[in-house]
């Protein structure tokens, strides 16, 4: 498909989702011992240990390719491997014992991932209790330490989702969530950096402001390479939380308007509005999966704006609305007063929610 296809694969073919694994390292970075050290380590062979065996896997499966298999080209290759290439090629050689590893492995191995990603979606929830985004039921500790009502939350919202959506959809959705929510990342660097500028750095961050563009625009393009459903889920996921904010903290801890920092966040209205826009006139609708998105997947990606001057739109959109982010960030004035106010109290072990 082109270079259409291959960018649409970084998002929907499960690219990004299969090197993403480095965010666990993140979530639980509160129990390490030394940051500085184990943090950066764990980030870098987090995503250099898994692309240097995928890497490798492309290499054997391409070597082992007849060359009469690639005169049609890459689909009729897929069409003629659809148990998949590694178990295709170990089948027409007549290795059994190879097909059934290489099954067995795959059946097994992603329960590794499972066991991490459990704990880690359970952290995350904890940490939302405890920053009040989450009502403070799911902050509870059994005796182990271990938050079980995250963990059940977990549980009953992935259930969820495998109910209602295809494992494609979940895949393109999960790792557009991800890659939107690492778009924070960049903003805050720079922020923190002016905010706090005599602070520790723990990490050294070569170029930090060319860093922090790049990564912000590359979160930006993979967003968009997931299509247009995948797009318009997240709005909708983004606005019920939006929804569910408002409620939590004007009806039920009663607090006042003054409490939100509306300037501050005003960026994401433009950020997420050029992303949806540029991704309804583009040229990504994500792929038919058969389930109840198709509906919504003819709605947009209508292809308006020709092929790779889309890309370039979202580039230029992305730096003017990462400017407009850093314009809008907290002054160093009230940052100041955020960090005294919400300092750890001495004695206790963590922080004090905002």
Same mark, same amino acid.
């Given at each position: 498909?082109?270079? !259409?296809?291959?960018?649409?694969?970084? @998002?929907? %073919?499960?690219?990004?989702?299969?090197?993403? =694994?480095?965010? !666990?390292?993140?979530?639980?970075? %509160?129990?390490?011992?030394?940051?500085?050290?184990?943090?950066?380590?764990?980030?870098?062979?987090?995503?250099?240990?898994?692309?240097?065996? &995928?890497?490798?896997?492309?290499?054997?499966?391409?070597?082992?390719?007849?060359?009469?298999?690639?005169?049609?080209?890459?689909?009729?290759?897929?069409?003629?491997?659809?148990?998949?290439?590694?178990?295709?090629?170990?089948? $027409?050689?007549?290795?059994? #014992?190879?097909?059934?590893?290489? &099954?067995?492995?795959?059946?097994?191995?992603?329960?590794?991932?499972?066991?991490?990603?459990?704990?880690?979606?359970?952290?995350?929830?904890?940490?939302?209790?405890?920053?009040?985004?989450?009502?403070?039921?799911?902050?509870?500790?059994?005796?182990?330490?271990?938050?079980? !009502?995250?963990?059940?939350?977990?549980?009953?919202? =992935?259930?969820?989702?495998?109910?209602?959506?295809?494992?494609?959809?979940?895949?393109?959705?999960? @790792?557009?969530?991800?890659?939107?929510?690492?778009?924070?990342? +960049?903003?805050?660097?720079?922020?923190?950096?002016?905010?706090?500028?005599?602070?520790?750095?723990?990490?050294?961050?070569?170029? +930090?402001?060319?860093?922090?563009?790049?990564?912000?625009?590359?979160?930006?393009?993979?967003? &968009?390479?997931? %299509?247009?459903?995948?797009?318009?889920?997240?709005?909708?996921?983004?606005?019920?939380?939006?929804? $569910?904010?408002?409620?939590?903290?004007?009806?039920?801890?009663?607090? *006042?308007?003054? *409490?939100?920092?509306?300037?501050? *966040?005003?960026?994401?209205?433009?950020?997420?509005?050029?992303?949806?826009?540029?991704? #309804?006139?583009?040229?990504?609708? =994500? /792929?038919? $999966?058969? *389930?109840?998105? /198709?509906?919504?997947?003819?709605?947009?990606?209508?292809? &308006?704006? +020709?092929? %790779? #001057?889309?890309?370039?739109?979202?580039?230029?959109? $992305?730096?003017?609305?990462?400017?407009?982010?850093?314009?809008?960030?907290?002054?160093?004035?009230?940052?100041?007063?955020?960090?005294?106010? !919400?300092? +750890?109290?001495?004695?206790? /072990?963590?922080?004090?929610?905002?």
């Amino acid at each position: 498909m082109g270079w !259409h296809g291959v960018f649409a694969a970084v @998002s929907t %073919g499960g690219i990004v989702f299969a090197l993403i =694994g480095f965010r !666990h390292a993140i979530d639980m970075a %509160g129990e390490t011992r030394n940051p500085s050290r184990n943090v950066p380590l764990a980030l870098i062979f987090g995503l250099l240990i898994p692309l240097g065996i &995928y890497l490798l896997l492309q290499v054997a499966f391409i070597g082992a390719l007849d060359t009469k298999e690639l005169k049609n080209g890459w689909a009729n290759v897929e069409a003629s491997h659809g148990l998949g290439p590694l178990a295709a090629i170990s089948a $027409t050689l007549g290795l059994s #014992w190879l097909t059934a590893a290489i &099954y067995g492995g795959a059946l097994i191995g992603p329960a590794g991932g499972a066991l991490v990603a459990t704990g880690s979606n359970a952290r995350l929830a904890f940490g939302l209790a405890r920053n009040k985004f989450l009502p403070m039921f799911f902050e509870k500790l059994t005796r182990r330490g271990i938050p079980m !009502h995250a963990l059940i939350l977990n549980f009953i919202v =992935g259930f969820l989702l495998v109910i209602v959506l295809t494992f494609k959809d979940i895949v393109s959705i999960n @790792s557009a969530a991800i890659v939107l929510s690492f778009s924070i990342g +960049p903003v805050a660097v720079l922020a923190l950096r002016r905010q706090m500028p005599n602070a520790k750095k723990r990490f050294r961050i070569p170029l +930090p402001r060319l860093t922090a563009v790049l990564g912000f625009t590359v979160s930006a393009l993979i967003v &968009y390479w997931s %299509g247009w459903t995948s797009v318009l889920v997240l709005l909708m996921i983004v606005f019920a939380s939006l929804v $569910t904010l408002l409620v939590t903290r004007l009806l039920i801890e009663r607090k *006042s308007w003054t *409490s939100f920092d509306f300037r501050e *966040s005003l960026w994401l209205v433009p950020f997420l509005g050029c992303l949806t826009v540029t991704s #309804w006139l583009g040229n990504f609708k =994500g /792929d038919p $999966t058969g *389930s109840w998105l /198709d509906g919504m997947r003819a709605m947009g990606g209508l292809g &308006y704006i +020709p092929f %790779g #001057w889309d890309m370039l739109v979202v580039v230029v959109l $992305t730096i003017i609305n990462f400017m407009i982010a850093n314009w809008c960030s907290l002054n160093n004035e009230k940052a100041a007063r955020y960090r005294e106010a !919400h300092k +750890p109290v001495g004695g206790l /072990d963590k922080d004090m929610p905002p």
